[in-house]
């Protein structure tokens, strides 16, 4: 076994966007840090590499934002609304009913601006996310759904700037390198245990480690354990490396647990594509996020959500689970010619969608292999109970359709063929529960002391979401607590 000592001043677990925010931070400080990644190179990233890089923050409006979003020719006419603290606060106890953290939450939402702005000069570039958060108008464009931001070639730009600005800083990131242990003495955490690619171990030692390793959805085993029969059918949409390990161990050294460990990020995830779980070519772009303006049916013919309760970013988290309550864990977004030219096109014409197109709803049914006579009364019952004004994408427009479950917006009639459905799994993205910390990421024993040299980040954090989860604040909350964590460290 290979020791070595003097070690450095920070080691940090896991390669995402909270574990180089934890590293910037520290050698922004001075520190010695040592970066330790399980997954190779060309596998490296975490989960943040698979996300569109979209990041919820507190802003004044566009421009506001000019000094953070690199130049477009399409700013002049777009209209950003702006979203305050107050917006972002009620969001996350909206859609998590109440069940986020009120400390962590005040953190994050009173953080946000600060550290994008702070990642900004460092080199990390953003943009504003016309593709998937704007639609034209006649006047131009209109940003919906609090969430305006995202990073320039999203999850791989947002890697490929942190892994350079940590370059220049001197971190020593070490690819390969899968931390399977920590290191103790009497008073708490001195190291880690490692095995590289090539299967050599060794051992670290460090005046503090900060996990930023995941939660724990790429286990089957820990899914079924923690949230419940029949997950381990789900496509883990991100990184094979997210496994638990860590969290378990710092479990067993005393630490207790923070936030939901029932729940997680789901979405609806492109159930037959060849390669769907890990693709790193796809990424992103494997998610069906259009469904509010079309139906989703089951195996049965039968709708089972509210495509329209809100804008995607508060319900596309969520709907995952639903799909894999179904019979088949299988589900179909259901579009006609009308509202086919609406869909995101980097999600509906990504190379090898799976998608079956027909000129009658009895074709298509047959085709996906739904009983015609049933999905022929779901459209009917649906188009029959139409109610409102025009379809308006950009705003909730009470266009609704009652029936059972209802659509509460931007329902519009499954009427003009061609028809398009759209097969869908559940895509798990993350899990909610991880490790409790302090407000700078310590993490803490269930006396509420904490376990010295250990801090914690990241999905690896637990408490700020449960149930459900609004888009983008992921991101926001890994760089908020990995700066701290790292300032401290």
């Known amino acids: 076994m290979n020791a070595e000592s003097p070690g450095p001043d920070v080691v940090v677990v896991g390669g995402g966007n909270a574990g180089f925010c934890a590293a910037h931070a520290a050698a922004e400080h001075g520190r010695r840090v040592v970066l330790l990644e399980a997954a190779t190179r060309d596998l490296a990233g975490g989960n943040s590499y698979y996300t569109a890089g979209a990041t919820r923050m507190v802003h004044a409006g566009l421009d506001d934002l000019r000094d953070v979003v ?45 550290t994008v702005r702070w990642l900004a000069g460092k080199g990390v570039r953003y943009r504003l996310m016309y593709e998937r958060q704007a639609y034209a108008r006649d006047d131009g464009y209109l940003f919906w759904g609090g969430l305006h931001v995202g990073n320039v070639n999203g999850g791989i730009g947002l890697i490929a700037d942190h892994t350079r600005i940590a370059a220049d800083e001197g971190v020593d990131v070490r690819y390969g390198h899968r931390v399977t242990g920590l290191l103790t003495d009497d008073e708490g955490v001195v ?10 171990d060794g051992e670290l030692l460090a005046a503090s480690v900060v996990l930023t390793s995941g939660g724990f959805e790429s286990s089957a085993t820990m899914r079924e354990e923690h949230l419940g029969p029949g997950w381990a059918r789900a496509k883990v949409r991100g990184t094979p490396y997210n496994t638990g ?32 779980e890990s693709n790193r070519e796809l990424t992103n772009r494997l998610t069906r996020q259009s469904y509010p303006l079309g139906i989703v049916v089951n195996s ?16 596309y988290a969520k709907y995952g689970r639903e799909i894999l309550r179904q019979p088949g864990s299988i589900a179909y977004q259901i579009f006609d010619a009308d509202l086919r030219p609406l869909l995101r096109s980097e999600e509906y014409d990504m190379p090898g969608v799976s998608v079956v ?22 459209v009917k019952e649906f188009n029959a109970s139409i109610e409102g004004g025009p379809l308006d994408p950009t705003v909730k427009d009470g266009r609704r359709a009652v029936v059972t479950p209802p659509k509460s917006n931007w329902a519009s009639p499954i009427a003009t063929a061609p028809f398009y459905a759209y ?63 790292g300032s401290v460290a």
């Open 191 to 200: 190291g880690v245990r490692y095995t590289t690619e090539n299967g050599e």
């Open 70 to 114: 690199e130049p477009d020719e399409r700013h002049p006419t777009t209209t950003v609304p702006p979203y305050s603290a107050a917006d972002f606060t009620g969001d996350l106890e909206k859609v998590t009913e109440g069940r986020n953290d009120p400390r962590m939450t005040e953190i994050v939402v009173g953080e946000s601006s600060d």
């Open 357 to 378: 197109q027909a000129d009658s709803l009895e074709e298509l049914a047959r085709d996906i292999i739904v009983d015609p006579a049933a999905l022929a009364a779901t």
């Open 423 to 485: 097969p869908v799994t559940c895509g798990i993205t993350f899990t909610f529960g991880g490790l409790r910390g302090d407000d700078d990421g310590r993490v803490l024993r269930p006396d509420g002391s904490a376990i010295p040299g250990l801090f914690a980040a990241g999905e690896a954090l637990g408490g700020l979401f449960s149930g459900n989860y609004p888009g983008g604040s992921g991101l926001t909350a890994g760089m908020v607590f990995g700066r701290r964590a």
């Open 245 to 276: 390990e860590l969290l378990l161990a710092a479990l067993e050294l005393g630490a207790t647990r923070g936030g939901d460990w029932s729940t997680c990020h789901s979405v609806a995830w492109d159930a037959l594509a060849e390669h769907n």
């Open 300 to 315: 049965e013919g039968r709708r089972f959500v509210d495509e329209g309760a809100d804008f995607r970013n508060y319900t």
